[in-house]
């Protein structure tokens, strides 16, 4: 990944990625990070939104998905698709990247929310079944019955039939953000993989750190502020916040803020009510950014729990580090990884009871959860540079870009041996040898 700056210029991208002002932290990551890629490439942005933040059109073209010409994108750079877990923004992008090869960064791991929801809104069961049984022979298309029968969550398909592979099926290469989806990917020797650390652009001075932290030391012993935010689903464990909350003695010392979309508000509100926590907590729903900002600045302490993970990393988790906000999280996924200094962890099979310890050391020892806060800041500006981020992109992406006719090759390779291996058990060395000149002089291969 080591090339100078002008190694790694000069690269057409094609961009297919959620934009700013869309409701998901990918399209903030894409904010973040296409200035400095600008450095290095010349970027067409694909977006299927009827508005986004005017600003970005100083980066680079803006397209509607319907200008989308094949013979144009064959002929012009490289396609990058950002794929994460929400229906919502990925499908269209998704489609995209079964016709068109090109480079996949994976903001997660586990896609059974983006694929159960494809496929259920489309009723089609009978290629949700064939897919599950490709990838996961008899157990997955048992687990799938019972999915599509609503026997069970879809929290509980993505843990165990992640479908990454499938998301991957026309990749060319493979963006990862942590070791996590690194460790799965990468041993399968399917493509060219690249683990970059999730970027994020800081934008609390040091100044206003050291203000925020005294800020929090002299109010943490009248009223503590939690906060949670982000996309809520049920993984983000709000349940198990609200009980906890509620079996503390102190629990009057505490105020939870909950900011963002919930899976389901009035479900969250039921629960709140029966553990009598309506003083004690407020759900806000979306709000701008700046109000965001100024209730970070105001919070003691937030909650980042994910059980189970999707597999990302966390530009949630990069926020809070921002912030110099100390944050519980669950030992899982790339949160497992963490430096213990930076995050206070809470386990899955303890889930309830850590909440609480962690309540209490809080109330007892403040200044160590500052000092959390403090590290996760440093942590925030040493491994999650934006320029170091674009850099290696750009670099992998001109790699990728220049190795294709292998991938493609490869690709031909495999579905050839397949379809070879179906008309007779006995297929001699000379019938794939054949074969596989054949495919050598297609695509004139260097060696």
Not at 110 to 121: A, M, P, R
Not at 300 to 312: C, D
């Amino acid at each position: 990944m080591a090339k100078s700056d002008r190694e790694t210029a000069y690269i057409n991208i094609n961009w297919f990625c959620p934009l700013s002002p869309a409701k998901t932290d990918i399209a903030h990551y894409s904010s973040r990070i296409l200035k400095q890629l600008c450095e290095y490439a010349k970027i067409r942005l694909w977006t299927d939104q009827n508005k986004w933040d005017s600003a970005i059109e100083r980066i680079g073209t803006v397209c509607y998905k319907n200008q989308l010409k094949w013979a144009g994108l064959n002929n012009d750079g490289v396609a990058v698709y950002h794929i994460g877990n929400n229906p919502d923004y990925h499908t269209w992008i998704w489609r995209i990247s079964t016709i068109h090869p090109g480079i996949v960064v994976l903001h997660d791991y586990h896609l059974h929310h983006l694929f159960g929801g494809i496929f259920k809104s489309e009723g089609n069961s009978r290629e949700y079944y064939k897919i599950m049984q490709y990838y996961y022979g008899l157990q997955g298309i048992n687990a799938a019955q019972d999915f599509w029968k609503d026997k069970v969550t879809t929290e509980y398909m993505s843990e165990h039939f992640p479908l990454a592979e499938y998301a991957l099926k026309n990749a060319l290469g493979v963006v990862v953000h942590n070791n996590y989806s690194f460790k799965k990917i990468a041993p399968k020797n399917r493509w060219p993989v690249a683990l970059l650390p999730l970027p994020y652009q800081p934008c609390i001075e040091l100044e206003t750190v050291t203000q925020l932290l005294h800020n929090r030391l002299q109010t943490a012993h009248d009223e503590c502020r939690l906060i949670t935010f982000g996309y809520l689903g049920p993984n983000r464990r709000i349940a198990s916040i609200l009980e906890a909350l509620a079996q503390l003695r102190s629990r009057f010392r505490f105020l939870l803020d909950i900011y963002g979309q919930v899976w389901d508000a009035e479900l969250l509100e039921k629960k709140i009510a029966e553990l009598n926590l309506q003083q004690q907590v407020t759900i806000h729903g979306y709000v701008e950014e700046k109000r965001l900002s100024e209730a970070l600045n105001r919070a003691h302490l937030a909650f980042n729990l994910r059980y189970p993970t999707m597999g990302e990393a966390s530009g949630t988790q990069l926020r809070i580090w921002d912030h110099a906000l100390p944050s519980l999280v669950t030992r899982i996924g790339w949160y497992a990884e963490l430096p213990s200094d930076v995050v206070c962890f809470v386990r899955p099979e303890n889930e309830i009871n850590d909440i609480i310890s962690a309540l209490k050391r809080f109330i007892e020892d403040p200044h160590c959860f500052m000092a959390m806060g403090q590290h996760g800041k440093k942590y925030l500006e040493k491994w999650h540079d934006p320029k170091d981020y674009a850099r290696s992109l750009a670099a992998f992406v001109k790699e990728v870009y220049a190795r294709r006719n292998m991938t493609t090759a490869f690709d031909l390779a495999v579905r050839a041996a397949a379809e070879i291996s179906i008309w007779t058990d006995n297929v001699d060395d000379a019938q794939f040898i054949r074969c596989s000149s054949a495919i050598y002089d297609l695509f004139k291969i260097a060696t």
